[in-house]
Every structure is written in C-alpha cells, then in structure tokens.
C-alpha cells in the first residue's frame, strides 16, 4: 500500500490554479470556523468548561474522510497557496463560490524566465474579466511585441466564451485538491496523535504526516481543514468557509471589450 503526499496535494492546487488562469489560451494573439474558549464571569478558569488545550486530540484516523468530505461539500471558501518549485515562488489566492459557474476572484503571481508574472481573474454574473502582466500576456495570448498589455494598461479585459472563460473556477482548483487529500488507506501515513498549535489566531490540531507536512484541522470537533503545509513544497490556507465575500465586479471604465480590441 502507498500513502499518497501532501506534497501532491499541494501541486495540484499550484497546477489547477496555472491552469485555469491560463485557460485563457485559446483566445486571441485569466474565515474557517474555529474554536473559542470563554470561562463564565467570576469562575476560576480550573472549574470552567474544559478547552480545546486541555482535549486529547482525536487520532487522525477516526476524522480523516470526515475532513475530506467537508473540503468536497464547500460552497464558497477564500484559499491562500504559496508554492515553491526549483527556486521559484508562485502565490495562488481565491475567493468565491466553489462552482463551476459561480463568481470568484483568483490571482495568480510569481516568476517565469526570471521576470515578474502575474493574473488576476474575477467572474461576476457570469461575466469574466482578466487583468495580467504583459510577460502572462506573452505567453498564453502571443503577445510578443506587447500591444495588447500595452493597449489594456492597468484595465481588465473581457473576456468571451470562446477565450476559454468558462473553463475557469475555484470548483477545479479545489477538486484537485480534494482528489489528492489524504484519506482512507491514505490517512495511514498521517501520525494520529494531534498537537494543538495556533493558526491566524485560532486554535487547531496538527498532524504530521509521513512526508513532513503538516495537516490542521479545527479544534472545536467540526472537523474542517484549514492548513496544509510542507517546508520544500508550500502551504493553502482555508478561510471564509461557505461564508466567502461577495465579489465585486470592475467599474466600466476599468474595462475593455476584447470584441471591440480584436476588432481594430
């Protein structure tokens, strides 16, 4: 039996999200829940409801499909990945709605041939909008002399059905993360013993898996993911799980057709 690594957890996040953002390319020349503790008013803390810090971890066995699952059944989330491949740093962060057809935010940033790359995606009522770096131009839309980054500037573009909109989503980011999420036979390469630590001021279990990552889930029994981290391969922190913001849609001005672009 072979324990799957987090490792491949975490590249399928960094690839699902290169992907989607450059899904663009057959277009023309893209808080969790956590736990609390309070004592009640004039009651010694020894006395109070027992804390997450004074519970026993549960083994990571018995909670494994169990956060698998509540990854799969999000509706929204907001995602922060940092990712680290041969020297090379890419950032992937998300907000929105885990559908294939919902609005989201996804930035993409990072180094390619040593000069900066970056994309930013926003679907808004099913309107899909990209604003990137001439480098991402260069790449995935052929734009060597750089005219179409120049044309757009600091503008986002519109982008129609037929550049490949439609095939960007949060939903194939997360169910590649998902399909490589350590569970069942997997999980046995996850040491069951928790360790309680602090992630963005609230408190989780930790467990070590067997290729040094590390996996948090919530300390409060609800079983939510919130952390994946590796110290060669990078991290994805959870947050605003089906609670994520609205997201908001470019002034008019900040816009330009690609109809109205290709057409000139």
Known sequence: MTTKPLALTLTSVALAGALALAGCDGGPPTEAPGASTSTQEGQPEEAAEESPSAQE??????????????VAALTSLTMHGTFMDGGETMTVDGSGAVTSQGDFTLSLSGEADGEPVDATVLRVDG????????????????????????????R???????????DMSLETIMDAFTEDFPAGDDASGVDETGELVEVDVQQV????????????????????????SSPQDGEVVLSDLDAAPDVQAPAADDVMDLSGMTGE
């Not at 052929?142 to 500037?153: H, Q, R, T, W, Y």
């Not at 986002?156 to 550049?163: G, I, M, Q, S, V």
Request: charged letters at 25%; hydrophobic letters at 40%; zero cysteines.
């Open 156 to 166: 986002y573009l519109l982008l129609p059905k037929e550049a490949g909109a439609d």
């Open 57 to 70: 971890a549960p083994p990571y066995s018995e909670i494994a499909d169990d956060v698998k699952a509540n």
């Open 205 to 228: 279990y930790e467990y070590t898996a067997a290729d040094g990552a590390t996996i948090d889930v919530t300390s409060d029994g609800s079983n939510q993911l919130v952390r994946v």
């Open 127 to 154: 309107s899909t909008y990209l604003k990137a770096s001439a480098q991402f131009f260069k790449a995935n839309f052929g734009d060597s002399d750089g005219a179409m980054a120049e044309a757009l500037g600091d």
